[in-house]
């Protein structure tokens, strides 16, 4: 369980360029690191993808980028991710969230 917020992607941390019609997330940067380390391009956790759900709706996202603000349980999603799951004008949505396939690790 935990926490999703949204954000306008654009060059991400694993270097490719996203638009917020992408179905995209940033991964929090404490998990970032645990998983694939502290680098950016090639990260392991790039492109691996996510079930993200609100209860009611799931959509899958791409992780293309980190979140510095996030603490781990806290996903920040692109708006058309975001959209899906609730109004953005709520700012902040309870979800929860799981890896699609296994979880990258060094």
């Known amino acids: 369980n935990g926490k999703a917020?949204?954000?306008?992607p654009g060059m991400g941390a694993c270097g490719w360029t996203r638009k917020e019609t992408d179905l995209v997330a940033a991964l929090p940067i404490g998990l970032w690191n645990k998983l694939g380390g502290t680098i950016t391009n090639?990260?392991?956790v790039c492109g691996h993808k996510l079930k993200v759900s609100n209860g009611k709706v799931a959509v899958t996202v791409e992780i293309t980028d980190?979140?510095?603000s996030c603490e781990d349980v806290h996903l920040d999603l692109s708006p058309a991710a975001f959209d899906q799951?609730?109004?953005?004008?709520k700012g902040i949505l309870d979800i929860s969230w799981g890896w699609i396939g296994p979880v990258p690790h060094q």
């Open 42 to 44: 090639g990260n392991i």
């Open 66 to 68: 980190q979140c510095g």
């Open 5 to 8: 917020t949204f954000w306008g």
């Open 85 to 89: 799951l609730g109004p953005k004008e």
